[in-house]
């Protein structure tokens, strides 16, 4: 059933876990060009995939293969070859970019770029409180709460995380791009 939120004036599945127009909608925003830019994986495909069981969640992403592909509807060989070439070169997508795929609420591109430089790898994500969370510049309240509901309070959250290390994404800040930290 739709609920609102305090606050606000859209309705919310609360079924996120098993609701297909959700599942899908993290998907396409999972593949968008401003976060994981997963070419030839476009709404059409992503409605085949939903229905038929395969993805039920980002990281089923990198479980597909060329053979189940191209049972698909309108689905070649040569396309197959393509997406799974597309995801192959989604693992070198860096750390921020994946954190905003994630879409986790409130997380825009600028704020998973502060968060991303902040907690240089997701473990560090992983064991921040809130008010370090808070800390991290254009990072408020509202966001704070969204990151660290999604983190810590998700009964999904570590196994979907589990799962996401095992995909071969960048998970961390590249050395370089990690900031100095500033020593008093």
Known sequence: FPVTIRGESNYYCTNHQNCPPQIKGRIEHFAHRKALSIDGLGTELIDQLVEKGWVKEVTDLYSLTK?????????????????????????????????????????????????????????????????????????????????????????????????????GLQLSLSPEDIPEKISD
Request: net charge positive; charged share 25%; hydrophobic share 40%.
């Open 67 to 167: 053979e189940n592909l191209i049972t698909l509807n309108r689905f070649g060989a040569k396309s197959a070859y393509n997406l799974i070439e597309s995801l192959e070169k989604s693992k070198r997508v860096p750390w921020p970019k994946v954190l905003f795929g994630l879409g986790i609420r409130y997380v825009g591109q600028t704020v998973s770029e502060k968060v991303a430089r902040a907690f240089p790898t997701l473990t560090d994500l992983r064991s921040a409180d809130r008010e370090s969370l808070v800390a991290v510049p254009e990072v408020g309240e509202k966001i704070a709460d969204s990151l660290y509901s999604w983190l810590h309070q998700d009964p999904n959250t570590p196994a979907f995380l589990a799962k996401l290390t095992q995909t």
